[in-house]
């Protein structure tokens, strides 16, 4: 044996080095015992690795360069090689074991498509066909013939799918359509928009049906009933309702919630004619509503169930199981609830507490008790009922096959089933979809293809291959789930606007079509076969009644606010663009109730009114037929436009006055301005088919379109539609000397023409009466321009002189980002309560800040922040920071404050520096002053010193008494008050004034510190960069902000910008040295473009160019040896046309009072939690005397939410660095209270996600 062995050849080349390999990985691995076996000889001869005798040791010889695991490094290597050339089914997967196209030793051939024989075809399994291959290829269509029998895949193929076509993209909504939904037959959709409408569509030729008015906020889920009698659409108006799907009438409105609602079901389950409608909202609560299916009416008070553990619980999402059994909600307390119908009546019967964070997608399987839930927390669980009790199997979305990389922060976003449920479907943040085994919970196939986040799962009604995606990122794609592929993607682009983000898709029953809606207010409709009925239809369709006012009585039923009908009784409207222009009348046919109508009462044709105006009006000739409804309804509008006229008489606001009026829907997420006025002013336009007045007529003419105008503008006019209804109801006076009597204070200022008149009183008795007659004269033209056309004038919205002003003066103070300033308690106090007694504006007193925080009757502050705000009157918020007087630097409190000028309140913010020279003076009684009052000169005399009130003995705030020269006595501050020089001219006459020349006024200015104008002085400066706007003002690219905005030819800019600037306005402040530093200067600057920003669409050309004239000014200002702007411009003109540039404008940018309104309903969670009440105000000093030693900057949630509503956050990382630094400073103070540590990390958790992540839909209604 041993001679034999020794006549065997050597091993080829390959095996030897393949052996040689296998003992040099087991040589250095887990085989060494076994290696050193054959070293000592105790088996005997050993062979080595090339087939010789020979001792066990490897000689490695000139192979040192080899490592011990190069074979392993070998095998890692030829899966990613292989996977380049042959891809295998299961991308990632590495394994040597694989079979198929998993195998490492696939091949082109070996992949390519089975074919087989028509013997197979024609065999039977269990009375079959049998199942062929995932990679099977074209079947051949004998199946049937041999056997009788055809298996789904075979009969339709997925490649069929790729026919399916966009047929329309109709323009119907002005606001993001978040809800789509297809009737049980097929046959209509149904889309429900932020614009409040629910809108009814064929969907076999895409005409606009119906239009289903009532709702007062964005609609946030729809539901269809299985009898295909009734439709019901939840809002965030809190209200259900219901409306008969055969004469759109309504026929419920159900008010159960005191939150939004999140989630509407209409349950399977039958029980004679009991049927139940579910609904859930962000109040944390579930309603059972039982209805009747003969009668169709509905109980209003449904069995309710409240599912708040604690404060803030919402539940958001539910499911019924397909018998209507069960029914499963997900909410934001991570718990699944479950209740059963079994014994007549819903019971809770579960709460499963499994997941680690909120629940906000659930899902009934199709024909089984299973269900799926998705969590916030990145996993996802298919739950059975076994054995008494819910059994899950978890899906963890971190899963993923070998070779792929990790994923950090996996947030999981939809979930569904396929049409059988053997799969369960879940999308990730990560733009992924994963298909999963639904009975084994293993990972199928991770289908990629989207660029952003997927909200929209949609299977196929009947077809378990196939399921339907839509993303934020434009695309709907049809999969094919069986082999994890692509079928076809569609791309929502749309022209001159970039891609529309899909919300929302839904298949119809008979799997022909399939709808999509997206943030422009499109409607999609996809299907098979041709388009040439879809081509007859237009592109954009609105009725012209769609945005008209409704009025609602106590039950909240709306009724038609022009025609006192309700909606569905109205006359079939006429179809309109998106601009309010008719449609042809080929077009007016295709609207229900005008198919058979003559040519001329389709199209309203130009008419002239009795006064003279053109306009719109549908034609009536006298020879022509009038049809019987049509003149009834116009006598009884005749007489009631008459009723009307004689009780208004010439007033147009006796619209406004009623107290029932429900104005136009709010514009929340509005699509582009300049398509939105012409349908929102047809709401005023009612074609003579609905006997429009003259009044109408007249409306229709004035329509104007802006088409730079921000979509911002129209929520705000709703609101302050509302705002306006509070105060021209309100009987306010403008009249101060009631308060001032009352309060025992004098704060009227000597005015110039109030002394004159009380100086010659004294030889007239007829002018003692002046002042009174004046004062009831303006009171009396203030309250009529309040009640002018539409409540308002032009001029009532003008910002005050206050703020306008070019010239700087003393009173009244006007603040300046940096001012140091001394805050006078006693003054704001003051302030506050002349402004609540005459109801100048809604304020709260116990929200000022004395009653948060301990404050001395003076406190030296530091602006920090300052914003202005549109309203009647222009507000001003300021953050004041307090400030250290030794040391001048911060102390780390705050707190926030709203105010505006006004007659007889004296200014209770006080320039530090003004405060610090009248300090320093020493007066006596009896010494002569003069003081500015309206850029005068005005006399008086000391009479005493006091303290205004007892309770601050301390405070320099009108603490002297003086008695003016004509006579007058009043409380004065010492700043107020000036020493009379030498040379000072007096007033010819006692009692009177001497005006203030340009010399004394510079002389009052504020002088700059060191530092506050650079490196050089004031007057250097403003010279070098008025030469700098003189140049940059030639620049066409700046002449848009040249001038002030023509009020003329945009009237509603200043009811949407509060504090409007432009370069003209900053150059004449320069020249009059307005600007006390130059941060004061630079804030203004930047004003450009946020009021550009705030008035025009985002991402206009204008607001491009506010942002670079903005960023080439402040370039200009901040360089200081730059005297020369132009080549400034050049280089920074160049930099903005690099490519660079473009890729970084287009990061995405946040809706600004999105995250405003996220944050603070979050910081009111937070107050509502246990955990947070040490932090939700400032430390208690006396009780912690040692906190201001560790902690140098205090923070908390109070000053936090303070800073919030004043609008001083400009960004979300501005209010998460305070937020941090309460974190910090509780764990640097208490590091060992688990509560706080555990507020901590989920506060901080939550601030972290919502700054990162983008919101679901339901998110946007719930939090």
């Given at each position: 044996s041993s001679s034999s062995s020794s006549s065997r050849p050597p091993l080829p080349a390959v095996p030897a080095e393949l052996y040689f390999l296998i003992a040099r990985f087991l040589e250095d691995g887990p085989c060494q015992q076994a290696a050193q076996v054959g070293a000592d000889g105790a088996a005997g001869a050993c062979r080595g690795w090339d087939g010789r005798e020979g001792g066990g040791r490897l000689v490695l010889g000139n192979k040192l360069h080899l490592a011990p695991d190069h074979l392993l490094q070998i095998c890692h290597r030829l899966g990613p090689l292989l996977e380049q050339e042959i891809p295998q089914s299961v991308p990632g997967v590495q394994t040597l074991l694989g079979a198929g196209r998993q195998s490492l030793l696939r091949t082109n051939k070996s992949c390519k498509h089975v074919v087989w024989k028509g013997s197979a075809l024609a065999a039977l399994h269990c009375g079959r066909p049998p199942e062929s291959p995932v990679n099977y290829g074209s079947p051949p269509s004998i199946g049937k013939k041999l056997n009788g029998k055809y298996r789904l895949e075979r009969l339709v193929p997925t490649a069929v799918y790729q026919h399916m076509k966009m047929h329309k993209r109709i323009l119907g909504h002005l606001s993001s359509v978040y809800c789509v939904t297809f009737d049980r037959t097929g046959r209509r959709i149904f889309t429900g928009s932020d614009d409040c409408l629910v809108k009814i569509w064929a969907t076999d030729d895409g005409r606009l049906l119906a239009t289903l008015r009532g709702h007062a906020a964005e609609i946030s889920d729809m539901a269809v009933n299985y009898e295909n009698t009734m439709i019901a659409a939840g809002s965030c108006d809190k209200m259900i309702r219901v409306w008969c799907l055969r004469t759109c009438a309504p026929l419920a409105v159900l008010q159960g919630h005191s939150a939004s609602i999140t989630s509407l079901q209409f349950s399977p389950l039958c029980s004679g004619s009991k049927r139940y409608l579910s609904s859930t909202g962000a109040d944390g609560t579930i309603c059972f509503w039982l209805w009747d299916a003969g009668t169709l009416k509905i109980n209003p008070r449904p069995t309710k169930f409240t599912e708040r553990p604690r404060p803030g619980v919402q539940m958001i999402c539910s499911s019924f199981s397909a018998g209507g059994m069960f029914l499963a909600t997900g909410s934001t307390d991570h718990i699944i609830r479950v209740y059963f119908f079994g014994s007549g009546q819903p019971e809770k019967i579960s709460e499963l507490e499994f997941h680690t964070d909120k629940v906000d997608s659930i899902q009934f399987s199709n024909s089984s008790s299973r269900f799926v839930s998705g969590s916030r927390d990145g996993t996802a669980r298919i739950w059975q009922f076994k054995r008494r009790e819910w059994k899950s199997i978890l899906l963890d979305m971190a899963t993923r096959p070998a070779g792929y990389l990790k994923s950090i922060d996996i947030v999981l976003t939809m979930v569904a089933w396929d049409r059988h449920d053997n799969s369960v479907i879940t999308a990730v943040n990560n733009m992924t979809l994963k298909v999963w085994n639904s009975f084994t919970g293993q990972l199928i196939h991770i289908l990629m293809g989207h660029e952003d986040e997927v909200f929209v799962l949609e299977p196929h009604p009947f077809d378990p291959r196939v399921l339907f995606s839509a993303g934020h990122d434009g695309n709907v794609i049809v999969w094919d789930l069986a082999?994890?592929?692509?079928?076809?993607?569609?791309?929502?682009?749309?022209?001159?606007?970039?891609?529309?983000?899909?919300?929302?898709?839904?298949?119809?029953?008979?799997?022909?079509?399939?709808?999509?809606?997206?943030?422009?207010?499109?409607?999609?409709?996809?299907?098979?076969?041709?388009?040439?009925?879809?081509?007859?239809?237009?592109?954009?369709?609105?009725?012209?009644?769609?945005?008209?006012?409704?009025?609602?009585?106590?039950?909240?039923?709306?009724?038609?606010?022009?025609?006192?009908?309700?909606?569905?009784?109205?006359?079939?409207?006429?179809?309109?663009?998106?601009?309010?222009?008719?449609?042809?009348?080929?077009?007016?046919?295709?609207?229900?109730?005008?198919?058979?109508?003559?040519?001329?009462?389709?199209?309203?044709?130009?008419?002239?009114?009795?006064?003279?105006?053109?306009?719109?009006?549908?034609?009536?000739?006298?020879?022509?037929?009038?049809?019987?409804?049509?003149?009834?309804?116009?006598?009884?509008?005749?007489?009631?436009?008459?009723?009307?006229?004689?009780?208004?008489?010439?007033?147009?606001?006796?619209?406004?006055?009623?107290?029932?009026?429900?104005?136009?829907?709010?514009?929340?997420?509005?699509?582009?301005?300049?398509?939105?006025?012409?349908?929102?002013?047809?709401?005023?336009?009612?074609?003579?088919?609905?006997?429009?007045?003259?009044?109408?007529?007249?409306?229709?003419?004035?329509?104007?379109?802006?088409?730079?105008?921000?979509?911002?503008?129209?929520?705000?006019?709703?609101?302050?539609?509302?705002?306006?209804?509070?105060?021209?109801?309100?009987?306010?006076?403008?009249?101060?000397?009631?308060?001032?009597?009352d309060a025992g204070i004098n704060l009227q200022p000597p005015k110039k023409i109030p002394k004159l008149k009380t100086k010659k009183a004294e030889s007239s008795s007829e002018d003692e009466e002046g002042p009174e007659k004046q004062k009831k004269q303006i009171k009396k033209e203030r309250k009529k321009g309040v009640l002018a056309e539409n409540g308002l004038t032009l001029e009532e919205w003008l910002p005050s002189a206050w703020i306008t002003d070019t010239v700087p003066r003393r009173c009244p103070f006007v603040p300046q980002m940096g001012d140091e300033v001394y805050y006078f308690r006693q003054g704001h106090e003051a302030y506050v309560v002349m402004a609540k007694k005459n109801k100048i504006y809604s304020i709260n007193p116990k929200k000022q800040p004395w009653h948060k925080m301990e404050l001395r009757e003076q406190e030296l502050m530091k602006i920090v922040g300052i914003k202005y705000e549109v309203g009647l009157p222009t507000l001003c918020c300021l953050k004041l920071a307090f400030l250290d007087p030794d040391t001048g630097k911060l102390t780390g409190g705050s707190f926030t404050m709203k105010y505006h000028d006004m007659p007889d309140v004296i200014d209770f913010l006080?320039?530090?520096?003004?405060?610090?020279?009248?300090?320093?003076?020493?007066?006596?009684?009896?010494?002569?002053?003069?003081?500015?009052?309206?850029?005068?000169?005005?006399?008086?005399?000391?009479?005493?010193?006091?303290?205004?009130?007892?309770?601050?003995?301390?405070?320099?705030?009108?603490?002297?008494?003086?008695?003016?020269?004509?006579?007058?006595?009043?409380?004065?501050?010492?700043?107020?008050?000036?020493?009379?020089?030498?040379?000072?001219?007096?007033?010819?006459?006692l009692g009177t004034s001497v005006p203030l020349t340009d010399d004394e006024r510079r002389t009052l200015l504020y002088k700059p510190l060191d530092g506050e104008w650079g490196s050089r002085t004031r007057d250097e400066e403003c010279d070098r960069i008025i030469a700098g706007i003189n140049q940059l003002m030639t620049l066409d690219i700046a002449s848009a902000f040249v001038a002030p905005v023509d009020l003329q030819a945009y009237p509603m800019y200043c009811t949407v910008v509060a504090y409007p600037t432009d370069l003209s306005t900053i150059k004449q402040r320069l020249e009059s040295r307005f600007y006390r530093r130059l941060s004061s200067l630079m804030w203004e600057v930047r004003y450009i473009e946020h009021n550009t920003r705030t008035f025009n669409e985002p991402g206009s050309p204008i607001v491009k160019s506010a942002k670079f004239v903005t960023d080439l000014l402040l370039h200009f200002i901040k360089d200081q040896s730059c005297y020369d702007i132009i080549p400034l411009y050049n280089s920074m003109k160049k930099k903005d046309h690099q490519p660079k540039r473009r890729l970084r404008n287009r990061a995405q940018s946040y809706d600004i009072q999105s995250w405003k309104k996220q944050c603070q309903e979050l910081l009111n969670l937070i107050f509502q939690c246990e955990d947070s009440e040490p932090f939700r105000q400032p430390v208690d000093l006396l009780e912690y005397p040692d906190y201001r030693d560790i902690i140098d900057t205090p923070m908390d949630f109070a000053t936090v939410r303070e800073t919030l509503e004043a609008g001083n956050y400009e960004s979300p990382m501005e209010l998460c660095k305070d937020v941090r630094l309460i974190f910090s400073n509780s764990k640097a103070y208490t590091p060992s209270k688990r509560s706080r540590v555990r507020l901590h990390f989920l506060s901080e958790r939550i601030f972290i996600a919502g700054k990162k992540k983008k919101k679901k839909r339901t998110e946007k209604q719930i939090m």
């Open positions: 082999r994890g592929v692509k079928i076809r993607s569609y791309f929502n682009m749309i022209e001159g606007q970039g891609h529309g983000a899909v919300f929302d898709c839904k298949c119809s029953p008979d799997g022909q079509h399939f709808a999509c809606t997206d943030s422009h207010g499109h409607l999609l409709i996809f299907g098979f076969g041709s388009s040439s009925k879809y081509d007859k239809i237009a592109d954009q369709m609105f009725f012209h009644s769609d945005y008209r006012p409704l009025i609602r009585d106590a039950n909240n039923f709306v009724l038609d606010e022009q025609t006192q009908q309700a909606p569905h009784l109205m006359p079939p409207p006429f179809l309109v663009d998106v601009d309010g222009n008719p449609h042809p009348a080929r077009y007016q046919r295709l609207v229900p109730g005008r198919e058979n109508c003559r040519e001329e009462q389709l199209i309203p044709q130009m008419g002239v009114t009795s006064s003279g105006m053109e306009n719109f009006i549908l034609s009536q000739q006298a020879n022509q037929e009038v049809s019987p409804l049509d003149s009834m309804i116009q006598r009884l509008q005749q007489e009631q436009d008459q009723r009307r006229s004689g009780e208004a008489g010439t007033s147009s606001t006796s619209r406004i006055s009623r107290g029932k009026l429900l104005h136009s829907p709010p514009n929340i997420g509005l699509r582009r301005s300049g398509q939105i006025e012409g349908v929102r002013q047809m709401h005023s336009n009612a074609p003579r088919s609905e006997i429009a007045t003259e009044r109408d007529l007249v409306a229709w003419s004035r329509r104007v379109v802006v088409p730079e105008l921000s979509s911002g503008l129209f929520n705000f006019c709703f609101l302050i539609s509302l705002y306006l209804l509070h105060v021209i109801h309100s009987d306010y006076s403008s009249d101060y000397s009631d308060w001032t009597a006080v320039l530090r520096q003004q405060f610090d020279d009248a300090k320093h003076r020493r007066w006596n009684i009896g010494d002569r002053f003069r003081s500015v009052i309206d850029d005068a000169w005005w006399f008086g005399t000391i009479e005493s010193q006091e303290p205004l009130q007892p309770d601050y003995p301390d405070s320099l705030f009108q603490c002297y008494n003086v008695c003016w020269d004509n006579g007058d006595t009043e409380k004065m501050s010492p700043w107020d008050m000036e020493l009379i020089p030498s040379n000072a001219v007096f007033p010819e006459e």
